[in-house]
Structure formats: C-alpha cells, structure tokens
C-alpha cells in the first residue's frame, strides 16, 4: 500500500542453514532474497572467515585479535585467502564442519529455489570483495556466479548484493553489464 511500511528479508552466502527459514517464510507468506556465492555451493568448500576464526579460536587468539586477522584478509583477493589459510592450517581449513557452517549443495539450492518464497540473488563466485579486484576481474566474479546460478537453479538472478558491502563504480558497471538491478 503507499505510504506503508516495507521490509526487505536478505540471506547471504548461501550456508545450507538458511533453509531453517523456509518455515516462518511459508507460514508469513513472505519473499526473501538469498544472496549466493556460488564456487561455495559447487565445490562443498567453508566460508573463510567461518574456517579461519574456527582455527585462530583453537589456537587461543583472542576474539579482537581473530577481529584484526580477519579485518587484514578482507583487503585481500579470495586466491590470496585461501592460499594464506591453507598455508597457515593445512590444505583440509576450507572443509567445512557440519551443517552449520557447510553451504549448500548444487541439489539442495536448485530444491530451495523451487520455494516460491525463496528469491535468489548474486553474491559473486566466491565472495570476492570487488573493490579488492581489477574490472576484469569484477566483470569474471559476477557473470560466473550469474552462469553458475542459472545452471543450477534454471534463472540469472537480477539482483546483486556486494560482498562485504563493498562497491564501486567499476563493481555497479560490472554488476549492470551481467543484466542486474
């Protein structure tokens, strides 16, 4: 109604967990826009900073210095990442450890898609904070995650939510150019 009052309802990533919200969702009646990084997906592999605080938490770091090591990474590109944790705590960091911190499966999303109140959207191929990135490399993140969804669920997502919150000019054209909002 005009005037009235709106919420947007966001998921990011695309941790398999999310799917606890379909039942509010469906009992609600109400859409929610699940923003998916879809190498995550396609290749069973942890979130980062999920495998990289699990870790610096077994070594006794203290949660500000997990927060300062984590904050560093995030200026970095995600091959950078993943070799420095892979270096750091062996090549098996980026397994994830159960269900709540594994994203989902190609069949599992296709099957949560099939929701009508699940909208999914681009979260790039492997949460790439694309100000950390040239065009070109921008440019591959987005259409690979759009090329990448559109196999598994059967649609190109329209809209886009950058990693981190991070945009630019080059991200927007980039993002603009892959046919999203």
Request: glycine letters at 6%; hydrophobic letters at 35%.
């Amino acid at each position: 109604t005009p005037g009235g009052r709106y919420l947007t309802i966001t998921f990011d990533d695309g941790y398999f967990n999310n799917t606890l919200a379909l039942d509010v969702l469906n009992e609600f009646r109400v859409p929610a826009t699940f923003f998916i990084s879809t190498d995550h997906v396609r290749q069973n592999k942890a979130f980062w900073w999920d495998a990289f605080s699990r870790e610096l938490s077994r070594s006794g770091v203290s949660q500000s210095d997990q927060k300062a090591e984590i904050d560093r990474a995030k200026t970095w590109t995600p091959e950078k990442i993943d070799a420095f944790l892979c270096e750091r705590f062996g090549p098996s960091v980026l397994s994830p450890h159960g269900d709540i911190d594994r994203p989902f499966t190609p069949q599992e999303l296709r099957q949560f898609a099939l929701n009508p109140w699940v909208h999914l959207g681009n979260h790039t191929r492997d949460h790439a904070i694309l100000t950390n990135c040239t065009p070109d490399e921008m440019a591959n993140q987005i259409e690979t995650c759009q090329d990448a969804l559109a196999d598994m669920v059967g649609y190109r997502p329209i809209v886009t939510a950058y990693p981190n919150g991070n945009c630019s000019p080059s991200a927007v054209h980039a993002a603009l150019n892959a046919g999203l909002r």
